[in-house]
């Protein structure tokens, strides 16, 4: 296990969601080790699944644009109240019963994600073009875990516009915030071992060219594109970028200890 000076004072960036958020991981415990051990974690949820549940609840029809969620105003509302509310608390909740001290924050906190409307097609559905870590160092100063979930601010809002909120890829959220804050890591908590080549084996390292014509090739696809983008993207200021298992309890542990785990994008 890594000694505590090897992490001390290191961004990590950690993204979950998807398929392992609340499904009673190790990702809590295993986050809350690295910051008692003097690390200094960047929590980044997503909450698709809890989305769709609570859009079905509201009776909204779900309806998709090639293979994407059209965003309309009742179906933000929705999205923000439980990216920003339900499961931002439950998360922060967690994190404190447990000891930790954590701070919740959305991408519009401190004007921390700016984006513009990605297409008019999808609705309020955002691209991010800039990202302000201001907000979050302050929290890391106090000593606190940031826990943030992905939206953001209208990059060209006006204080007349009562839209100034777009719903944003909780994966490539995490990749700029990992890059405004120059983190040590940028790690991706799955539901599979990592990034699979053609052959479906685990590809343990890959360079960034590497990583883009992984996706070029269409090898890489669906969940997996935004990830691996984040994290070549990220590279200009991360050391290196991680897409591990969270379902695996040490796996974030093992990660941030320079252990082979996953998929590693350098």
Not at 87 to 98: D, G, I, K, P, W
Not at 114 to 119: G, H, N, P, Y
Request: with cysteine; hydrophobic share 45%.
């Amino acid at each position: 296990m890594t000694s505590r000076a090897d992490i001390t004072g290191k961004i990590i960036v950690i993204k979950i969601g998807g398929s392992t958020l609340g499904e009673g991981d190790s990702t809590v415990p295993d986050i809350i080790d690295l910051w008692q051990r003097g690390a200094l974690p960047v929590v980044v949820h997503g909450g698709g699944k809890v989305i769709s549940q609570w859009v079905a609840k509201q009776g909204i029809q779900p309806v998709f644009v090639r293979g994407l969620r059209k965003t309309d105003s009742e179906t933000l509302d929705v999205a923000i109240a439980v990216l920003a509310g339900l499961v931002n608390s439950e998360l922060v909740a967690e994190f404190c019963t447990m000891g930790a001290n954590a701070i919740g924050l959305s991408g519009v906190s401190g004007g921390m994600l700016k984006a513009e409307v990605m297409d008019p097609e999808l609705g309020y559905v955002g691209k991010v073009i800039d990202a302000d870590p201001t907000a979050i160092q302050t929290i890391l100063n106090a000593g606190a875990i940031p826990v943030i979930a992905p939206t953001a601010l209208l990059a060209d809002a006006t204080p007349d516009n009562p839209n100034r909120i777009l719903n944003v890829n909780a994966d490539t959220s995490a990749g700029h915030l990992a890059r405004s804050l120059s983190a040590d890591r940028l790690v991706f908590q799955t539901d599979v071992p990592g990034v699979l080549d053609a052959t479906r084996r685990l590809i343990p390292r890959m360079t960034k060219r590497q990583a883009y014509d992984l996706i070029e090739s269409g090898i890489a696809g669906g969940g997996m594109i935004p990830k691996i983008e984040a994290c070549a993207d990220a590279l200009e200021t991360v050391r290196s970028g991680h897409i591990i298992d969270g379902r695996q309890a040490g796996a974030l542990l093992a990660c941030c200890a320079g252990e082979d785990v996953g998929t590693r994008i350098t």
